[in-house]
């Protein structure tokens, strides 16, 4: 390390002695004292190539020969022939490169901080009834462990009390605590989300399993094989056809000018500065759209992937337990549901409980304080709200061993359908309905899958812990091409050394458990818009925007810029082959050839600059990001309105008669004043407006279509409900009413989805 710490001190040195040397010559150079400046610039020069010579002794015992070689020919070339700005620009752009690496190394030197910063120093040990608090090196198997509310826990162990709600989306992700009861294993690295319990140690810290991701993430950092330059491969084709041509044009015309004069049309500025200037520039890019990527190494192997590999929770999805339907008793408010669950859920610190209380403030209900609450841990509470006794909570627990009511037997498959947790309702011991909260995808996840396929990624696959029917679920959504379901971090790391070995691959993720598995892929990109992690620290690009499509930005930015870099490369090799060729032949001196070299140095690196544009088409107008947003907000407003259709469509199982024509009339009125009204004005205004932006209106076509069918739909809701009175209501009267509802609700979802991704591409998000 300490070896390291000076290499780095010394490159500093150099880069800092040829700045000093320019800056010296060029302020001589003002004054009228050009040979001043040319010593000035001499002396900036050669510390750095007698530098540069260190390195390439150590490099060549070590096998490799790069761009390093040629930058070294270059600019003692340009020391014997006078050439001495040349020789310290040379000298600048290979200094402040290594700079630039050193940076990077040492970003990746901190990837394991924050694991080492949340791990658990101290454990709290059970002996004859007395607590000694001890660092966790000294805990042994069968040492009896308290773990207090809040705490990590310290050792894997097995739990001795009753109960214990343990929160382990640092080891699964999964946002929603589990229940473990005495006898289960408890693993290190979770956090206890109840009350106090005790553990019996099963394995020492050192073999814990926190500890082992610490362990994972390093090894894979350090296994990981660095990144061969772009440069480095072409300068192995450079270095012997210069040295080849010099000495030949030596040769045959006994001039050793001509050879000095081939190696000034050599000198590397296009390799040393191609791809460095357009990956900086591909970085600049990046940063724009919110995407930190470390270093050239990450965005040129970016460039190459085949494969993506996502985790589930925090990343294809929101992350938290989200209310996603209310289920109510017949009679009940759906909205009162949520307030009384609310009020109650107030005095719990649950994950849960907040997501309840969330939600009702979300909706703007008026909560109450609850007072005489008991709290269960894992299974609810149970209180008084508004002077009634209300319980909420697990359905065992509200509804107790009695057979289910259809609402609730409807409700408990709902919630099995859609992964979902069902917190049920009871007031005055009856049930009058229930909350379900799941973990539901971004709003922008399709639209990203998708854009990854047309930035040519060939292969994407999720890998999670989370259980296999919730896995698929999401997997079918998307249409992914395979999912991996429970699995542990040692397993994701398993998967994707797999899918490395058939291409080049990137995992995304976005917890503590994804770390291992960021840190072994050829690219980790974490999600890391919701604060600092371990996984932003072991990824080698951060997406710092809470947008899940800034991964095929991030593809695309990287696949463009390494695209720039080698047309530049290309380019200015053949230009400097071309030069090197009439200077072989005596047709450019030394002079003239220093000059050629500097014009394609100069075409080359403004080429290279390509990459901070975004490659948009000229003459293609963007929509402006706040009309968008606009947009977006107005499909929002209409969020309350849908779920109105669909509590009046469930409501219509228990109902008949008056009941029923009230229900299906209010379900028309909505449809006819609220939402088809909206597609009328999405396409006599909004849709004129939006299609300014894109390069086609097959997209929007597409979108009227469904503009025609929703009011279509709401044409068939009128007629059913013109001149509807009671006696009418029949069964299958009332069938069809929520058949049109439900499609109607349905249809405008997936139509307001697929009108924002149209949204995004007019404004080249």
Known sequence: MSGLLTER?????????????????????????????????????????????????????????????????????????????????VAIMYAGGNLLEDFAVA????????????????????????????????????????????????????????????????????????????????????LNAGDTFELRASAPASESTYAGIVRMVSAAQTAKSPFIRLADRFALLLLPITLAIAGGAWFFSDDPVRGLAVLVAATPCPLILAAPVAFIAGVAQAAKRGILIKGSGPLEALARTHTVMFDKTGTLTVGGARLVAIEVAPAQSADEVLRIAGSLEQASHHVVAAAIVEAAMGKGLKLTIPSEVRETMGSGLEGVVDGQTVRVGSYQMVHGARKPETWASRALRRATWRSALSVFVAVGGRTIGAVLLADELRRETPRAVQSLRAAGVARIVMVTGDRADAAETIGAALDLDAVLAEREPADKVDAVATEQRQSP?????????????????????????????ASSEAADVVILVDRLDRVSDAVAIARRTRGIALQSIVCGMALSGLAMCFAAVGLLPPIAGALTQEAIDVAVILNALRALTSGHKFGHKKMPAAAATALRQDHERMEPTLDRLREIADALDAVEGAGAVTLISEADDIVSRQIAEHERDDESVVYPRVAKFLGNRHGLGAMSRAHREIIHMARLLRRLTDGLTPPDTDHYLIRDAQRVIEGIEALVRIHNAQEEDIYEQAIGA
């Not at 010296?24 to 003002?30: D, K």
């Not at 001043?36 to 390439?56: E, H, S």
């Not at 009753?162 to 006898?183: F, K, M, W």
């Open 107 to 190: 970003r990746a030197e901190r990837d394991l901080r924050s694991l080492i910063d949340r791990a658990p120093r101290i454990a709290h040990r059970c002996i004859d009834s007395i607590i000694d608090d001890v660092p966790i090196e000294q805990v042994v198997v069968g040492d009896y462990i308290l773990v207090r509310a809040g705490e990590v826990i310290p050792v894997d162990g097995f739990i001795t009390s009753q109960l214990a709600t343990i929160d382990e989306a640092a080891l699964t992700g999964e946002p929603i605590p589990v229940s473990r009861q005495a006898g289960e294993l408890a693993r290190s690295g979770s």
């Open 505 to 533: 691959t990137v995992m995304v993720g976005d917890g503590i458990n994804d770390a291992p598995a960021l840190a072994a892929a050829n690219v980790g990109i974490a999600m890391g818009a919701r604060g600092a992690s």
């Open 9 to 89: 001190m010394f490159r500093r040195a150099l880069i800092a002695i040829a700045l000093g040397g320019l800056a010296f010559g060029v302020v001589a150079w003002a004054n009228g004292r050009s040979d001043v400046a040319n010593w000035c610039w001499g002396v900036g020069t050669f510390p750095v190539v007698l530098g540069l010579l260190i390195f390439m002794i150590r490099d060549f015992l070590a096998g490799r020969i790069g761009v390093d070689s040629v930058a070294f020919v270059s600019m003692s070339g340009a020391l014997v022939l006078g050439q001495n700005l040349a020789g310290i620009v």
